[in-house]
């Protein structure tokens, strides 16, 4: 693979333009790390547009909690993002609203974009809304949805974005955590020709809700009925009514700018806070560096704003380099699995980021669908989730990118801001593994600990994943719960940042991430703790407690696995699995929803009353018909509180 890609990985280089006299990858490497203020504090100079400098470049310590960069310093985020590039690219698209049904797409020039958020930005002002104050948005990719945001950041307000694909008890949970007075929504979303309603998602959301004042309603469906409650804003007439003037608050680096709630190996989702210069940079240099990003390239980040993925990578990271940024209403199989390269095509798009599970569930499909359209317009192709198996990887590669385009196997984390370990940018000549992100970002140091808390050191080990050195992206802290924060990624191991994941360094010093390390799964690249739906199916009155587990699956990567049992007195019937089901998909969202869920007489727990979730997956993931085929995969099960329960459990398994 070397020679075909050594010239197009030259241009990397170009991109760190800053340090190019150093060298390739391996030079700026060593120099990040060994003079990490230095590379940072330049890189935050060249690349950022301050309204106050700061004259401190970093202060922290994982030890005492507390990170800290350009702390004196002063700017805004959307000033970055879109003012600054009106004088040199007012009129160039600053993003392209490909819609669900094709060939009806939206262009919104730098120009337009500017003028939407400060309307918008007054709209807010408008509804009391003011730096500081939390904003929830439940809104599908849209420019809307972008200037929602961006809104946010000029006025200097903490949007906290959630997915909509979450349930109205999960928005209602994180617009309370969040103490959100308003919530900027849509009617609806149309996913594969499909119409989704949304507002009366957060009708029911904010049902009893005093806390919310103001729900701003923009359009996607006219036919739709949107305003139905005293407290909807039609969004459209009052931005059509609102001034264009507006200025940008100043904000402190170190202010929040934006909560994102994500999954942990406890019940409640932890609210991710994120800083407006650390994360801003750290998003602007990883989308130029790992992408070979420049200014009027046109990026396709086909993530939803709902994650950090569309955080970084569709809204935040191109923008900031002045790029054309793709909006992707629709899904990759509508109309049909040629969509997403149709678009590549279309849009001559320069980069093309998506997730594996999307792209196992279309390799199966024909390459015709590939070939028919050219995609010789991409400089990059990414990965982004969780681990791309070998047949994906190949298949993006050789058939997606002609054997030609780099693939960026990222590796990352919603607590990261950005990229973290990828295989670009690297030395020209470099390897590409399929299936491991290999090389650490700029400035990333990572390290292995052992169960003991000790480095593990030299090549071909395997470890729990940390990074030694704190960097601008990532998140300070859980929004109100600073010692939660702490006590899961700091105070782990001593002195060092954990991510949940391990990692094997093989005997090149690369790395593969071979998953996570605690009771967090990976559903279509969606983040989801197993004891978020064991609390959810424990509320309901007929089941005493529920193991749930996460088996491997073919498209999705991995789904949930439910063991449940009854409350004393309570016959099992057929209807408690469906109820179980559409109490999943109510409290949190259709993709939590176990594939099956076992009405079991107990649970495979040890003697102190940890369950071992390892039996239990062995269970639910096995093809076997008789308990003796299993049997000796399951290892010593003697030392269980009740070893019998575990024959129980398989009987009632192969029945179901
Ligand atoms: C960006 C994002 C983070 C978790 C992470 C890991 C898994 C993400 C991966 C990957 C292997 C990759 N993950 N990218 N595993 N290779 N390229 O996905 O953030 O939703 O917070 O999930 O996803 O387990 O810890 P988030």
Known sequence: MRGRLQQLLRRTKRNLAEFKELGGYSEIYKYSIEKNDEFWEKLARSRLLWEKDFTEVSDSSFKDGRISWFADGQLNVFDN???????????????????????NEEIVTYAQLHSLVNRFANVLKSKGVKKGDRVAIYYPVSPLGVAAMLACAKIGAIHSVVFAGFSADALRQRIIDADCRVVICADGTYRGGRYINLKSVVDEAIENLDLVETVLVGTRNAEAKKLTTEKDVDLDLAL???????????????????????????????????????????????????????????????????????????VYGPLANGATSLLFESIPSYPDPGRYWATVDKHKLTQFYGAPTAYRSLLRHGDEFIEKYDRSSLKRIGSVGEPINTEAWEWLHHKVGSSKVPIADTWWQTETGGNMITPVPCDAGASFKPGSA???????????????????QGNSVDGALCIAKPWPGIARTIHGDHE?????????????????????????GEYTITGRMDDVINVSGHRLGTAEIEDCLTQLDFISEAAVIGIPEATKGEVPYAFVILKEGVEENSEHKLLANKHVAKVIAKFAVPKDTIIVSGLPKTRSGKIMRRILRKLASSEAKDFAQIAPELGDISTLAEPEVVEEIFLKKCQS
Not at 81 to 103: F, M, N, S, W
Not at 244 to 253: I, K, V
Not at 489 to 495: I, M, P
């Open 484 to 508: 939660r924060f702490r006590n899961v990624y700091l105070n782990v191991f001593d002195d060092v940042y954990t991510t949940g994941d391990g990692a094997h360094r093989d005997q090149d």
């Open 438 to 456: 290999q090389r650490p970002f700029y400035g990333i140091e990572p390290v292995l600990k052992n169960a003991d808390g000790n480095t593990v």
């Open 240 to 314: 059509a009514a609102a001034p264009e003037n507006c200025l940008s608050e100043p904000m402190n680096a170190e202010d929040p700018l934006f909560l994102l709630y994500t999954s942990g190996s406890t019940g409640k989702p932890k609210g991710l806070v994120h800083s407006q210069a650390g994360y801003l940079l750290y998003a602007a240099v990883t989308t130029s560096a790992v992408f070979d990003c420049e200014p009027g390239d046109r990026f396709g980040c086909v993530a939803d704003i709902g994650w950090i993925t569309g955080h970084t990578y569709t």
């Open 81 to 103: 993002c879109v003012t600054r590039h009106l004088a040199d690219r007012g009129d160039q698209a600053a993003l392209i609203y490909e819609k669900d049904e094709p060939g």
